[in-house]
């Protein structure tokens, strides 16, 4: 689903375990790392993208997370020029992301990231709050900035007000 300004509409997802960490998959057969993502679809309401994205991507049901909270407003980023598809149309120059954050509360087995016919990841762990958005590819990390930053206060609120990288180091490992 693109929109008339040429962004995609797509769900972004901070799982986070008991400790405040949250989980950081890496890109088949890439060293690249994001949080599980992707499209909306134009029959899904975003918590509906939400959860067939988590089942896709890593294999966890509705019952192995909570939602936490999510972000207020679209948070949208372009893509590199070398990105953009010029032949594709409806032209796509971006996303415009709804973020969610999670609570795990199931069992670590429950991960898959085999659990659909085209696996997105390889790999997973948990990791820093902050550090993915260090990590993530330049032209993510102002969205995964801000969504963190905004998300932060539901599930750290003894630390508020919260800026990046001011959350006490207790929550890495």
């Given at each position: 689903?693109?929109?008339?300004?040429?962004?995609?509409?797509?769900?972004?997802?901070?799982?986070?375990?008991a400790e405040g960490r949250v989980?950081?998959?890496?890109?088949?057969?890439?060293?690249?790392?994001?949080?599980?993502?992707?499209?909306?679809?134009?029959?899904?309401?975003?918590?509906?993208?939400?959860?067939?994205?988590?089942?896709?991507?890593?294999?966890?049901?509705?019952?192995?997370?909570?939602?936490?909270?999510?972000?207020?407003?679209?948070?949208?980023?372009?893509?590199?020029?070398?990105?953009?598809?010029?032949?594709?149309?409806?032209?796509?120059?971006?996303?415009?992301?709804?973020?969610?954050?999670?609570?795990?509360?199931?069992?670590?087995?429950?991960?898959?990231?085999?659990?659909?016919?085209?696996?997105?990841?390889?790999?997973?762990?948990?990791?820093?709050?902050?550090?993915?958005?260090?990590?993530?590819?330049?032209?993510?990390?102002?969205?995964?900035?801000?969504?963190?930053?905004?998300?932060?206060?539901?599930?750290?609120?003894?630390?508020?007000?919260?800026?990046?990288?001011?959350?006490?180091?207790?929550?890495?490992?």
């Open positions: 689903m693109i929109d008339s300004e040429g962004y995609r509409a797509n769900v972004g997802i901070i799982l986070c375990n989980f950081w998959a890496k890109r088949i057969g890439q060293d690249s790392w994001q949080f599980p993502q992707g499209g909306i679809r134009e029959s899904e309401s975003p918590e509906e993208a939400l959860y067939r994205e988590l089942r896709e991507e890593t294999g966890l049901e509705p019952e192995h997370v909570e939602i936490i909270g999510s972000t207020r407003k679209w948070l949208r980023y372009r893509l590199p020029k070398h990105l953009i598809r010029r032949r594709a149309h409806p032209l796509c120059i971006g996303q415009k992301q709804r973020w969610f954050l999670l609570r795990f509360v199931g069992d670590e087995a429950a991960v898959r990231l085999d659990s659909c016919p085209h696996p997105e990841f390889d790999g997973w762990c948990w990791v820093d709050y902050w550090r993915p958005a260090r990590e993530v590819i330049f032209f993510k990390r102002q969205v995964y900035t801000r969504a963190l930053e905004e998300l932060a206060p539901l599930l750290f609120p003894e630390d508020a007000p919260v800026g990046r990288g001011s959350l006490p180091e207790r929550h890495s490992r």
